[in-house]
């Protein structure tokens, strides 16, 4: 069974920091490209930052130069690492494991950790 738990979120002042952590089970954790996506209430889905199973990442352009996401392989986690926080970073962050298959890809969540900036 796959699962995928995060931690790490909570509340936090304007320009504080906090690191996410996303836990994976179930999957040969290597193979999969880790994202985090987070949705603020009233607001659509929106991917902040991917790693690719080579290590590479992309961030969104309201996050870049402030968060940092890394995977540790041997201990099947993805982190995402979140300086310089701003209100409007207020969301719940989950993370999604991504393969490519063929005929389907392979997709799982998290169950979403909240993270709140506010003074």
């Known amino acids: 069974q796959v699962q995928l738990v995060e931690s790490g979120g909570g509340l936090v002042q304007p320009g504080g920091s906090l690191r996410l952590s996303c836990a994976g089970s179930g999957i040969i954790f290597s193979l999969y490209a880790m994202s985090w996506y987070r949705q603020a209430p009233g607001k659509q889905r929106e991917l902040v930052a991917r790693?690719?199973?080579?290590?590479?990442?992309n961030y969104a352009d309201s996050v870049k130069g402030r968060f940092t996401m890394s995977r540790d392989n041997a201990a099947n986690t993805a982190y995402l690492q979140m300086d310089n926080l701003k209100p409007e970073d207020t969301a719940v962050y989950s993370c999604n494991a991504h393969k490519n298959e063929w005929p389907t890809a392979r997709d799982y969540w998290g169950q979403g950790t909240q993270v709140t900036v506010s003074s």
């Open positions: 790693i690719t199973s080579g290590g590479s990442t």
